[in-house]
């Protein structure tokens, strides 16, 4: 008997969690990021990763920025965790624990540290998963994982990311010493950054349709509050 969960049940899942609409733009996204969980929650060789979690917590925090109402952000993000049947309190916190290990670091030390040319003193657990990930010829590598060994640098250093012969270094030294595929993380990496982008030129595009509607209901409410002046009968 297969007892795998589909696609569907995971989204059924999610739906009766999280119970109120979904913004249209933001819908996709939410979807598409719940489905790449789901596929990867059950291939046999998936296993969690507290990089793997700063990636699912960037992507989302990332595309959702602006979202509203506000308050449903959490609701959504605690909703799409469960139906994959993860903690999301877990990837919280292992998302908040890489970030400030990142921002305690100097760029160069961390790259040396993730590609393993260099052990720290810093964190005995994510320097155990970083071999475990080096030294497992099944390690399932994913494009959430890419994301967070992308924040990791973004954090760590916002300028180096954005320059590409610097990025591209770094990226080579990590994909060789954790044994990825340079070409796919690469690849993986300027795709995200190309969403972040049109993701941002739709949110300018909605704000000014909202901004436009916002002032014709604006006028039409002035309008219908202006008295009307009656005729002259006296005339």
């Known amino acids: 008997m297969n007892n795998v969960r589909t696609v569907s049940d995971t989204k059924r899942t999610f739906y009766n969690l999280h119970t109120r609409p979904i913004n249209t733009i933001y819908r996709r996204v939410v979807e598409e990021l719940m489905v790449e969980m789901h596929l990867l929650?059950?291939?046999?060789d998936y296993s969690y990763n507290p990089i793997y979690a700063l990636g699912v917590v960037t992507t989302f925090d990332r595309f959702m920025q602006g979202y509203l109402p506000e308050r449903d952000q959490e609701s959504i993000f605690?909703?799409?965790c469960q139906a994959v049947e993860q903690d999301q309190q877990r990837y919280r916190q292992d998302a908040t624990r890489l970030q400030?290990?990142?921002?305690?670091l100097p760029v160069q030390d961390l790259i040396a540290w993730v590609s393993q040319t260099t052990h720290l003193d810093k964190d005995a657990d994510l320097q155990a998963q970083l071999q475990a990930i080096a030294h497992n010829p099944n390690f399932k590598y994913s494009r959430l994982f890419a994301i967070g060994l992308f924040s990791l640098l973004e954090l760590a250093d916002p300028e180096l990311v954005k320059d590409e012969k610097q990025r591209n270094e770094a990226l080579k030294a990590i994909a060789q010493g954790l044994h990825l595929s340079e070409d796919k993380l690469s690849k993986d990496l300027d795709l995200y950054r190309s969403n972040l982008d049109k993701m941002a030129q739709a949110l300018i595009v909605m704000a000014d349709i909202l901004s436009a509607d916002r002032k014709k209901r604006d006028q039409r409410q002035q309008q219908a509050s202006t008295p009307v002046t009656p005729p002259n009968t006296n005339e």
């Open 78 to 80: 605690n909703a799409l």
């Open 41 to 44: 929650s059950v291939n046999v």
């Open 100 to 104: 400030a290990i990142a921002q305690s």
